[in-house]
């Protein structure tokens, strides 16, 4: 009975898994409520804090789990290095500067439509890493979701990039790109080592490893007093809330959907993450930050929503190239 049921909801995980993908993406965008009152801090100070806070609290997992991790064998370890190297440290950081460049020189549009890039980079690596093969109307699903997260960017002006672009900064545009790369091996690589290990190993394995190198960048930027800013206030509720939240739980269901979920479908979920920060940002107080809002964000959300809910239903299907087929492929 007890298998029964555990076999039950696995099939319910399946089935759901690219919404699941979707909805920890959602989550990610909740840290805008707790990173605004946060601003006397740098980014990757708020990073290392929220990173410490999550090791800390898996750390009886990371401990549970030394025998499982004899599963990973050397690439195994070596995708789960370059994902806490990437995906958790230098993501953040090279996006992070690209902002900053961009807002300095006004070609703000030109970081967001370049990280844009990240699910063709995903899907490309998806290819070369695990073998995974879409059929031609994915393609097309592709450019929906991407028009759709376009359109919710731009809602104000649609010629925004194309004219950031024109007066482009080198850069601006490397950074983005940079970004974009790390975020997208991210995915395909905690695809290829949750074929060895739990989602649970996975994620703690994540945050553990990439603490050492945001504690060096933060020394390397900033020296000692990097970790003199911080106060009792900051912690609670803000950095507990960005470590339990968007980091913590949603990163546990990500991986939880992940596990289920070719990793060229769930760079599309992915998708979900800027689209919900810039509903939170239009979204009246207490909810948001009460920035306009214009009929074409609705349109795109529409789009994406719709993409989603699409690649999900079909996912399964004969002919799609499946997690566990992906993975042998990959191996060899």
């Given at each position: 009975m007890a298998s029964t049921k555990r076999a039950a909801s696995g099939l319910t995980a399946d089935r759901f898994s690219v919404v699941l993908?979707?909805?920890a993406a959602t989550?990610?965008?909740s840290d805008a409520y707790f990173r605004s009152q946060l601003t006397h801090l740098s980014p990757t100070q708020i990073v290392v804090a929220e990173d410490a806070l999550i090791t800390l609290f898996l750390l009886p997992v990371?401990?549970?789990?030394f025998g499982e991790l004899r599963n990973l064998g050397p690439r195994g370890w070596l995708a789960v290095g370059l994902i806490a190297l990437g995906a958790q440290s230098l993501a953040t950081i090279l996006f992070t500067a690209s902002f900053q460049a961009a807002l300095k020189h006004g070609v703000l549009a030109e970081t967001y439509v370049?990280?844009?890039?990240?699910?063709l980079i995903a899907m490309l690596l998806a290819w070369l890493i695990l073998g995974e093969r879409r059929r031609p109307w994915f393609w097309g699903a592709v450019l929906v979701a991407i028009v759709g997260v376009y359109f919710v960017f731009n809602g104000s002006d649609l010629t925004a990039p194309l004219k950031a672009l024109q007066n482009g900064r080198v850069e601006v545009g490397l950074l983005a790109l940079g970004a974009a790369f790390f975020w997208a091996s991210g995915t395909v690589l905690g695809r290829f080592a949750l074929g060895s290990i739990s989602f649970w190993s996975m994620t703690s394995l994540r945050f553990t490893l990439a603490l050492p190198v945001l504690i060096a960048i933060n020394l390397v930027q900033s020296g000692f007093a990097a970790f003199s800013h911080y106060t009792v206030g900051?912690?609670?509720p803000n950095l507990l809330g960005i470590a339990l939240v968007p980091g913590l739980l949603a990163l546990l269901l990500y991986y939880f959907a992940l596990a289920r979920t070719p990793a060229s479908l769930a760079t599309i979920a992915e998708m979900a993450y800027p689209v919900a920060a810039t509903l939170i940002a239009s979204a009246p107080p207490p909810w948001g930050f009460n920035l306009p809002v214009y009929p074409v964000q609705l349109i795109g959300t529409?789009?994406?929503i719709g993409v989603i809910i699409v690649l999900n239903l079909a996912k399964d299907r004969p002919g799609e190239a499946s997690?566990?087929?992906?993975?042998?492929?990959?191996?060899g």
């Open positions: 993908v979707a909805l989550m990610w965008a990371f401990i549970r789990s370049l990280q844009q890039t990240q699910p900051d912690f609670v529409a789009l994406l997690p566990v087929t992906t993975l042998k492929l990959a191996e």
